[in-house]
């Protein structure tokens, strides 16, 4: 299993309405062994957890959200909030893979470069 460091997923940073689009480049994806990894700050979290409902149930597409409340607070405070989501994405994304992204602000955009 690759790392995200090394490997990393595809990455697209897109609003709710682009929902859509995402479906079926992940279901083109998934066709190709790959999964959608979903991560989202704040309200955005709870798009992407909506998200991850529909690409799975509706799509199905294998995804996962990274919005793990007690796992993002941990990390948080640990390591400091620029990396809540570098671990988690370095820990699960493979070749291939999916990386949605959801934010209003662009603070998200730290994660891409941190290591995503």
């Known amino acids: 299993m690759s790392s995200a460091s090394e490997a990393g997923p595809k990455r697209s940073t897109c609003a709710s309405t682009a929902g859509h689009r995402e479906g079926r480049r992940s279901r083109a994806d998934a066709q190709?062994?790959?999964?959608?990894?979903?991560i989202g700050n704040g309200g955005s979290a709870a798009i992407v957890?909506?998200?991850h409902n529909d690409l799975c149930?509706?799509?199905?597409?294998?995804?996962?959200?990274l919005t793990e409340t007690p796992l993002m607070t941990?990390?948080?405070?640990?390591d400091g909030y620029e990396t809540?989501?570098?671990k988690p994405i370095s820990m699960w994304a493979d070749r291939g893979d999916l990386?949605?992204?959801v934010s209003k602000l662009r603070?998200?955009?730290q994660h891409r470069e941190g290591g995503a």
């Open 32 to 38: 190709n062994g790959g999964k959608a990894l979903l």
């Open 107 to 109: 603070r998200i955009e």
């Open 57 to 65: 149930k509706m799509v199905g597409v294998r995804a996962m959200c």
């Open 99 to 101: 990386l949605i992204a």
């Open 49 to 51: 957890s909506h998200m």
């Open 74 to 78: 941990a990390l948080a405070n640990d």
């Open 84 to 86: 809540v989501f570098h």
